[in-house]
């Protein structure tokens, strides 16, 4: 039986558990659980981390630990019993767990390998501390170093900041709201702002010298310099190296290492320097031979510095880390200079040192460490514990401390002056030093030469060579005992070194001084000139009286007992004591034996003042008892003095030097002080001083005095009770009336008013600041409410005005403030005595807004106070208190405080915002401590209904500023929670006051309206959006706070229904509000505040019986809500859902579903575009997306300013991926809304405020630069005339001029500019898985420059990586559509260009048609062949058809994206004869172009033409064309198709044709080819006769041998026989206008590239090298023709085709779908369709510029007569639609030989015919002059003509195998074809016609300026402009150039279309609003 457990409540998991058994719990090792049943060895509960999940699992996997149980039951909670450290390392260390694998996903790699070493130390310090065998300091110093890991990584990783008091995290609600404010501040200024130290360290590390000459023992003395003030700061540290420069005890690292200690912030400045002098141990000179002299000296060697800012700089950068430095060694140039080496080297003065060696260098570590020792011995315990030599400075540093001992006397040997003593040379002096005491005996060690080495008892200087006046500068430390000091002396003998071979030192004086003088004083500071006694050699110095009783100092009188004779020998030192027992000052001395002149007490008291501080805090309770002693002596005498220096002591410790010495103070006090009656003499001199301060002039004295009045008291105080214990309390009432009268004459000095700036004043400040700290004493001997109102009487005499010229009110605050933190306050029973004198001078501060940062640390004490006795019954009494006062007071202050500007310097800035946090802290402290009561009092204490208003109008405006992100930093999570908990709880009271009063007739929208903005932005602050946290953090608001969003959104709900008809009043402001509620994540509060709005719509529709600003308001939310990423699809079903069931009832029902509907997509859009916009680079799912949204807010919602918003955002995306073209199309858009008027546009986006004429100049500036940028010329030059005619307007020619130029900078670009022609796309996207703008759609996509299908197929599946590639070209299943997937189909489609009457004008260049070919293209079109019926296996082409589907486009392209979606599909069926027809036309027309190139060019390359008719006739000899014969002209064929008659016929005479130009072909060839290729020539030529002799024809008829190709213009341009005769390919000379180097026709350019096999195989039919521009023309033609046998071709031609397009297409039934099957081999890919076979270079720049050659040209190389025009079309031609002219007189004519007539057939369903009528033709004019009179034969054209609307097919008729594909799956269009009867003569124009047309009588003249030009009798033509530039007429067009005639036999529904959509007008712009 399951059971309740008691005690067992929590454990931690020892062993995993799957949990298989029934109901079990799965468990992991680490887990803690909770336990809440029991039974039979198992337990039932949860793990924490998911407590949804409730099982069983065995009790015997648990280790149980002791935990506490909060609300014991159902819903209780478990805390761990275990150390609050311990268990926030617990939850801190699994959070980062998850964080720090996270890390590694993200390759942050130094954060991670941190954060992985901070994790192990944590675990490691978490077993010390679980272990319990660590000491109580040690523990501390553990938990310490736990909270700075815990809050550096939780910094790190972005989480919270954690509260803590004494390591331990804090409950905020143990705590008051202002003790938690004080906790986060510390921990968050702790964090930021390191405290600055000022003592800093200087730890130094000697390595090595380097030096070539070495051989000798080295000494090296490192010191730090001032070079400003010229003396050493610190003693020397000592390291003694090896003759290797290293040093000579490698294994004591205490002898290499020390620490510069005790260094101030004035010590760290760039003329601080570290100096090393180093002294070598060896011969006297360097260069001594070794058996010279056995005797070593100490001689000079090098020195170097280092600035200290070096140092400086080096820490800055490298941040703690030891540096290491190479110091270079120098040497002067003269030993005498030595003691000043260092100075020079400082000063630069390089003429008195140089470097010891090229490649000396000493090596030293350096870094810099802050703060006390105590701290350095902590935090680089390795220093210590390896050994460090301490070196102090000289002198006490900063900051003395009294448990400092130092008696350190430092003696410099600084010069001396010596006779030569009879000898030629100067002497070698050496000295040598010893300290003997009174009897003569050496102190042992008492000597150093500096720290690193032990002291030694003798010191022998270094020896300056010759040298009668050397100096030495040699610093020595004598640390010598104090009890030896008294006596002691210090002996100096001075030797003469002889550098002989014997090395004797030879004695011949000496020197000495006292340490002490006879009176106690030691030596004093200074320079001391000793005398040099003389003595012989051998002089013995065992009995020091014989020389003590000499003088040792001139102008020395002590000791001076026998005179001297007068020295002229002298030796200097200089002394200085740094001790801290012994002193050099008399007057101190004389005081404290005042005993023995008890006659000079008052002159000695008298002096008191004048001793050195230091000297007196180092006998400082010596000091005090001789004071004390005095007094006792006699008070009435001496007692005013020994006050003043009691007061002089106690203002003493005041200075920050001694300060450390009040506990000394205190310890007397406690101790030793023994003055039972001293309170008396204290109280009356005292009470006397502040009697006297109000009549005084001089308050200077009385100032010290009340300075000191915390230690008097003190004293007054510890001697009445001494008093008393000796006395058993007698005269009690005596003292009591004493402190009264010295009260009194306190608030009778304090309570006088007198101007600011009077000395009385200051004299009061000085008081009331140090009068809390007598509190404390008071309390020692008088009850706690007497002193309570003692207080309260003297803070009451204060007076009540603010002064403006002194700050004393300040100085009153703060009195105030420490008071409040002072024990008296912390006591109840005072604080209720206390609280209204507080509270009245806080109001009074409060209200004139005036120290505000001390008011706040005052409310913040006091709260804390209150918090802390919450459970006494008087605090209710306090809160009632505080809210009268105070309540109103703070929510004014906090206005304030953020209403004003923020302060610019960044200290007092952060002060300012301290300020704000610690008043918003204090308000949340007093509204958290008000209950029921006190919030019904207040709401009663409003007397009339407009102050209430008031009230509830600042405190929400109030909770607003709280609640803004930038009221706490960012980590402060748990104040934010705090701030929010206060704040809910806070409205819950006032809501019921708004209902009450503000309802019905009394309803005030403000205050509603403030109630519901503070509601939304409670709700949407970003620290309570629970989804954002962690599992684990969420749990514990949850636990603790609950969901707050959803307790405030039900709120909102109550309040709204309580509003009735007041609702309208909110439409539609608190639309977008509620909107933005709704949006939040969570599920509850959505199901709450949807139906609000169906509320509003419900509402306004009774008002206005519509919702139209519901659904404005909604609409424009929604748009920048969702782009700041709310919302998510299941808000977009639940709002649809909600809105959906509420409105089915009403009678609005239809208009409401509407608006739902529209939001709804409106969502489905923006949450399209947001997901878009998460990828960083710009794709076409961006951009088409973006025109989605677009199109949205166009057509749909009609929201101009959201689709001019969008426009840009299309605009930036293009600019952003380089498509100019796309840019410039999207910003003509907004361009089209604007009017070129004056009228005021506001500023909007980056547009600044301007006129509509401005902005539109502006755009259309911008627009043609994108223009330019893209190379869309065209559609520049028409902007560029619209913005010149408004230039012209208004007579701007200047900018005139430059639109004009950059006109014509245009028309140069499209002649000379290469431009490339994009490829194009059809893209399915099948499948739910697509954005909605993109689902079940289909696409044409313009393909980037050089972007092939593959290029472009690769390019999408990177788009759409989940996507799969369709293997198939047909239209997909239903299951696809609905499938849960993406597919994509890709395949490529032929544009279908609109403009053909431009691309039919032979006079047009190639430049200018390849932009109309590619550009303003609706329609695109891709062939897919299948058999219909029975194959013939033997003949395909009996049954082969071609499905032609025409898509037509909701746009042209380009324009604003780069793909446009599919608006209609048109499916046409070709027949097979049909079909044949159009491939032998396609061929025809090619081999046409071909010789017409060929002639033009003369004797260049000619392998194009070569291969194309090796091609045709080598598959036409193996039964090419016999396939067509054996399909379409046999018997049965022909009765079963009768209707087929006309079709029949036209193949036939097709084939004769192709016969016709093959032999023309053959002959223009013969004239060009090479030598080489001759053999190829006659084989073609033998080929050709069997193909004549299978298609049945034996001769051509008699005009065979005029030329069958229509020249270049039309007419041979070489003609001067005015009787032209039959024209032979010999005789036909064409004049090309290129360079003879390049083909004519070759100017088009492909973005596709070429195939390497078939450039190869060409190189190999030419047999040489060609160019890589000649390969790029000599590439063999696909083969789509299945005419001819599988061996009809060479093998070299045949294969020079890609596979694609040779192998036929596989019409498979099952479509595979799988991105792996994109890259198939070109003969596995299953359709052309959606591998388009690569179209040759060679035939894809014919087929583009096929036109070119037919152009009307204006050589200038040619004369008049060699030009001539155009002649008719003709009757041969393959299409005759296009514009001719006829402008020769009859006279001129060329009669051709009559053409047999052709029948007319009929059109068929996929082609249309038309009809062609000489009346299309223009009137020549009217007898031109020319000097070709005589008439000629009309010539029949030839039958190769070149007529045609488009770009002919790119397949061969008679090339390839039989297996191949057909030519309606490569690129082409239809094309058309005219039949006409009769004969059509061809005219020449003569040479002044020709000239006048050049001149402009008959030339095209250049297109119009302005495009509202128009008119007839002009013969400028208007450029055609694109569809998306068109500009809507204002009235008829302009006149176009005659077209013929044309009969449409058959128009397909497609073309009807066309046209409709062509015909149809553009819509006016519309009107922008004043954007």
């Given amino acids: 039986m399951w059971i309740p457990t008691d005690h067992e409540k929590y454990g931690v998991v020892i062993s995993g558990f799957r949990g298989t058994v029934s109901h079990g719990l799965p468990l992991e090792v680490g887990d803690t659980v909770q336990i809440l049943e029991k039974c039979d060895g198992w337990y039932r509960g949860f793990v924490l981390k998911n407590p949804s999940f409730k099982g069983v699992f065995p009790a015997t996997y648990i280790h149980l630990k002791n935990a506490n149980v909060r609300n014991k039951g159902q819903f209780e909670t478990i805390i761990p019993t275990e150390d609050t450290v311990i268990t926030e390392m617990t939850g801190t260390l699994r959070e980062w767990g998850i964080m720090w694998k996270q890390l590694y996903v993200k390759n942050d790699g130094d954060l991670f390998h941190r954060l992985w070493h901070v994790m192990n130390e944590l675990l490691d310090l978490r077993r010390q501390v679980l272990v319990g065998h660590l000491t109580h300091d040690r523990m501390k110093d553990v938990k310490r170093h736990i909270t700075a890991r815990l809050d550096w990584g939780n910094e790190q990783m972005g989480l919270d900041l954690v509260p803590r008091k004494e390591f331990s995290m804090v409950d905020p609600d143990d705590i008051s709201v202002t003790e938690l404010y004080k906790l986060m501040e510390h921990r968050h200024r702790k964090k930021d702002t390191p405290i600055p130290t000022s003592s800093h360290h200087l730890f130094l590390q000697m390595k090595s010298l380097m030096c070539a000459n070495l051989g000798e023992e080295l000494e090296v003395f490192f010191s730090i310099y001032d070079s400003r003030e010229n003396h050493p700061v610190s003693e020397r540290f000592f390291v003694k190296l090896n003759k290797n420069g290293l040093p000579k005890f490698p294994e004591k690292m205490e002898r290499q290492c020390t620490l510069f200690v005790d260094l101030g912030s004035s010590d760290l400045r760039k003329d601080i320097y570290i100096t090393v002098h180093i002294i070598r141990l060896g011969r006297m000179a360097a260069g001594e031979k070794k058996n010279s002299c056995s005797t070593q000296y100490r001689r000079p060697f090098g020195c170097a510095v280092l600035s200290i800012a070096d140092l400086l700089q080096s820490e800055r950068d490298t941040r703690d880390s030891k540096e290491d430095y190479m110091l270079k060694v120098y040497m002067c140039n003269t030993e005498s200079e030595w003691y000043q080496i260092h100075e020079n080297i400082i000063k630069k003065l390089n003429a008195r040192y140089n470097l010891t060696s090229s490649n000396a260098g000493l090596s030293v570590a350096l870094q810099l460490l802050h703060g006390d020792i105590d701290q350095i011995r902590r935090e680089y315990p390795v220093l210590f514990t390896r050994g460090v030599a301490i070196s102090r400075k000289l002198g006490f540093s900063d900051i003395i401390m009294p448990g400092d001992i130092r008696n350190d006397l430092y003696v410099t040997l600084e010069k001396g002056e010596y006779e030569k003593g009879g000898k030629s040379v100067a002497r070698n002096v050496d000295v040598t030093m010893y300290v003997l005491d009174s009897e003569g005996q050496v102190l042992k060690d008492c000597i150093s030469l ?75 500071d200074g320079i001391h000139e000793l005398i040099v006694h003389k003595c012989e050699e051998n002089t013995n110095f065992q009995d020091p009286t014989c020389y003590l009783k000499l003088q040792y100092c001139k102008g020395n009188l002590h000791g001076n007992s026998q005179p001297v004779k007068a020295s002229k020998e002298t030796f200097w030192i200089s002394s200085f004591l740094c001790s801290t027992k012994l002193t050099q000052n008399g007057d101190l001395l004389d005081f404290l034996k005042w005993r023995a002149h008890p006659e000079r007490i008052c002159d000695i008291l008298s002096k008191f ?32 003095k020994v006050f003043d220096s009691l007061v002089h002591i106690i203002n003493l410790l005041q200075d920050i030097k001694f300060q450390h010495f009040k506990p000394v103070m205190d310890t007397y006090i406690e101790s030793h002080f023994a003055g039972a009656l001293a309170y008396r003499d204290l109280i009356k001199v005292l009470k006397r001083y502040i009697d006297r301060s109000i009549e005084a002039e001089r308050q200077e004295h009385i100032q010290d005095v009340l300075r000191a009045q915390e230690y008097i008291f003190k004293y007054i105080i ?42 009385i004043t200051q004299t009061q400040a000085v008081f009331l600041s140090s009068f809390p700290a007598v509190y404390s004493e008071l309390l020692k001997l008088i009850d706690v409410r007497e002193v309570a109102n003692l207080v309260r009487d003297t803070l009451r005499s204060m007076p009540d005005v603010l002064h403006v010229e002194y700050s004393l009110e300040a100085v009153k605050l703060q009195c105030i403030a420490k008071t409040v933190e002072s024990q008296l306050f912390a006591n109840p029973d005072s604080r209720c005595i206390l609280l209204p004198v507080v509270l009245h001078h806080l109001h009074m501060h409060l209200q004139e807004q005036k120290d505000l940062i001390m008011c706040a640390r005052i409310l913040s004490t006091m709260f804390c106070l209150i918090k802390k006795d919450s459970t006494e019954t008087t605090i209710s009494e306090e809160v009632d208190m505080l809210v009268d006062s105070l309540l109103g007071v703070l929510l004014r202050t906090i206005l304030e405080i953020s209403n004003r500007p923020q302060p610019s310097g960044p200290a007092i800035r952060l002060q300012f915002q301290d300020v704000t946090g610690e008043f918003v802290a204090c308000l949340l402290a007093l509204l958290r401590q008000m209950t029921d009561k006190h919030y019904q009092q207040l709401l009663e204490s409003f007397t009339s209904r407009d102050d209430l208003r008031d009230f509830l109008l600042q405190i929400f405006t109030v909770f ?245 918003r969008y426009i840009h955002k299309l605009y930036d995306l293009h600019l952003k991926a380089q498509n100019f073209t796309e840019a410039a199309y999207t910003l003509l858009l907004y361009d089209e809304l604007l009017e070129w008027s004056e009228r005021p546009l506001r500023e909007f986006l980056h547009y600044p405020m301007q006129t509509e004429w401005q902005r539109k100049e502006i755009l259309h500036l911008t627009i043609i630069q994108n223009f330019d940028k893209g190379k869309c010329w065209e559609n520049g030059i028409i902007l560029c005339r619209e913005l010149a005619d408004q230039y012209e307007s208004f007579y701007d020619y200047r900018n005139l001029s430059k639109m004009r130029m950059m006109e014509a900078a245009f028309y140069d670009k499209i002649m000379d500019q290469q431009r490339l022609e994009p490829e194009f796309f059809r893209v399915g996207f099948y499948g739910k898985k697509f954005p909605f703008f993109l689902r079940n759609k289909e696409f044409v996509c ?139 036309e396609n061929k025809n027309q090619q081999l046409r172009t071909l010789i017409t190139q060929c002639q033009s060019r003369q004797m260049q390359n000619i392998n194009p033409l070569t291969m194309c008719l090796n091609g045709v006739i080598d598959a036409a000899v193996n039964g090419g064309l016999a396939r067509y014969q054996e399909a379409f002209f046999v018997k049965d064929y022909i009765l079963n198709h009768p209707e087929d008659g006309e079709k029949i016929s036209r193949l036939r005479e097709l084939m004769f044709e192709q016969a016709h130009i093959l032999e023309y072909g053959l002959a223009v060839h013969e004239k060009f080819v090479p030598q080489d290729m001759r053999p190829l020539h006659k084989k073609l030529v033998d080929q050709f006769y069997v193909m004549k002799s299978r298609l049945g024809i034996q001769e051509f008829p008699g005009y065979a041998r005029v030329s069958p190709i229509h020249l270049t213009n039309g007419s041979p341009r070489t003609c001067r026989n005015p009787a032209l005769g039959a024209v032979s390919p010999d005789g036909a000379r064409l004049v090309n206008r290129r360079s003879p180097l390049s083909y004519p026709a070759f100017n088009r350019y492909s973005s596709s590239s070429l195939s390497s096999q078939a450039s190869a195989e060409v190189s190999n039919i030419t047999g040489q090298s060609e160019s890589s521009d000649e390969v ?112 020769v007189p009859d006279s001129a004519r060329l009669v051709s030989p009559p053409v047999p007539p052709r029948p007319t057939h009929t059109g068929s369903p996929a082609k249309t015919y038309r009809a062609f009528s000489p009346q299309a033709f223009d009137p020549p004019p009217a007898h031109p002059r020319s000097p070709h009179k005589s008439s000629v034969q009309s010539l029949t054209p030839s039958p190769t003509d070149y007529q045609s609307l488009g770009p002919v097919y790119n397949s061969p008729v008679l090339s390839g195998s039989s297996s191949s594909g057909i030519s309606s799956l490569s690129r082409g269009s239809v094309t058309e074809t005219t039949l006409t009867d009769g004969t059509i003569t061809c005219t020449l124009i003569g040479s002044e016609e020709l000239i006048k047309r050049e001149n402009g009588t008959f030339a095209c003249m250049p297109p119009r300026y302005n495009l509202s030009e128009h008119g007839t009798g002009t013969s400028r033509r208007r450029a055609p402009l694109p569809h998306s530039l068109s500009v809507p007429p204002s009235g008829e067009p302009p006149a176009l150039p005659p077209k013929p005639h044309v009969l449409r036999v058959h128009r397909s529904e497609g073309e009807n279309r066309m046209e409709e959509i062509l015909a149809r007008p553009r819509s006016q712009p519309r009107k922008v609003s004043q954007l």
């Fill in 960 to 1204: 607003k500023i709280l609640i803004r992100p930038e009221m706490f930093p960012k980590d402060w999570t748990i104040m934010r929670l705090v701030t929010n908990n206060v704040i809910i709880t806070t409205i819950l009271y006032l809501s019921d006051a708004l209902r009450k009063n503000f309802l019905n007739e009394s309803f005030d929208f403000k205050v509603w309206d403030s109630y519901f903005y503070l509601a939304v932005i409670f709700i949407n602050q970003p620290c309570l959006q629970l989804e954002l946290f962690s599992p684990a953090k969420r749990k514990k608001v949850l636990e603790k706070y609950g969901d707050m969003r959803v307790m405030m959104g039900c709120e909102i709900f109550s309040m709204w229904q309580n509003l009735g008809e007041h609702k309208l009043h909110f439409i539609p402001g608190l639309i977008g509000p509620f909107l933005e509620v709704t949006l939040v994540p969570q599920a509850d509060l959505r199901n709450v505040m949807i139906p609000i709005f169906h509320d509003l719509m419900d509402w306004e529709q009774r008002r206005t019986g519509n919702f139209k600003q519901v659904e404005a308001k909604l609409i424009d939310k929604l748009d920048s809500l969702m782009s700041e990423g709310k919302g998510d699809e299941t808000y977009r079903e639940l709002f649809n859902s909600i809105l959906l069931k509420k409105i089915e009832r009403e009678t609005w029902r239809e208009s409401g579903i509407s608006l739902v509907a529209t939001v709804t997509r409106l969502m489905e859009r923006l949450l399209d575009y947001r997901d878009c916009m998460k990828v960083a680079e710009v794709d076409g799912k961006k951009i088409g997306c973006t025109v989605s949204l677009l199109n949205f807010y166009k057509t749909e919602i009609n929201k101009e300013e959201m689709y001019i």
């Fill in 1672 to 1783: 790029f023309h000599m590439q063999a033609s696909p083969s789509t023709s299945s005419l001819s046998s599988t061996h009809s071709a060479s093998p070299n031609v045949t294969s020079s085709a890609p596979s694609s397009a040779r192998g036929s297409p596989l019409l498979s039934d099952k479509h595979k779908h799988s991105r792996e099957n994109t890259c198939l081999s070109p003969r596995d890919r299953p359709c052309s369709a959606i591998y388009p076979i690569s179209m040759e270079q060679t035939q894809q720049t014919l087929n583009s510029q096929i036109g070119d050659s037919c152009m009307p040209r204006s050589d200038p190389n040619l004369s008049a007569p060699e030009k001539v025009m155009n002649p008719t079309p003709s009757s041969w031609s393959l299409d005759s639609g296009k514009e001719a002219r006829t402008c």
């Fill in 718 to 759: 510890h001697s009445r009770s001494l008093y008393t214990l000796a006395t058993g309390g007698q005269n009690e009432e005596e003292f009591r009336s004493s402190i009264y009268e010295l009260f009194q004459s306190v608030r009778y000095f304090l309570s006088i008013e007198s101007p600011g700036s009077s000395i």
């Fill in 450 to 524: 500096g720290s690193g080495e032990t002291p030694v008892s003798e010191h022998h200087s270094f020896v300056l060579y010759h040298n009668n006046s050397p100096r030495w500068a040699e610093l020595l430390k004598l640390p010598i005992p104090v009890d030896k000091f008294r006596g002691a002396h210090v002996r100096l003998e001075f030797r003469h070194c002889s550098t002989k071979e014997k090395g004797e030192k030879k004695l011949f004086g000496f020197s000495f001084v006292p340490l002490m003088q006879e009176d106690g004083r030691t030596l004093p």
């Fill in 609 to 640: 003042k004048d001793i050195d501080g230091a000297e007196i805090v180092k006998f400082l309770q010596d000091t005090l008892d001789a004071l004390f002693g005095i007094l006792d002596e006699n008070p009435q005498k001496y007692g005013l």
């Fill in 1342 to 1480: 313009r393909g980037h420059d050089y972007e092939r299908l593959e290029a472009f197929q690769q390019r999408m599946l990177n788009e759409f990586p989940h996507a799969i590639a369709m293997q198939h070209a047909n239209q997909p299943e239903d299951t696809i559509f609905q499938a849960d997937a993406q597919y994509l189909q890709i395949y490529a489609v032929i544009p279908i260009p609109d403009n053909n009457e431009i691309l039919q004008k032979e006079a047009i260049p190639d430049h200018i048609k390849s932009f109309y070919r590619v550009n303003n293209i609706w329609r695109f079109r891709y062939d897919r062949p299948f058999h219909k019926g029975i194959k013939d296996k033997e003949n395909e082409f009996k049954s082969l058809w071609i499905e032609r589907t025409t898509l037509t486009l909701v746009q042209s392209l380009p324009g604003i994206s780069r793909w446009f979606e599919v608006d209609r599909r048109e499916v046409v069926e070709m027949s097979p004869l049909e079909n044949a027809i159009e491939v032998l």
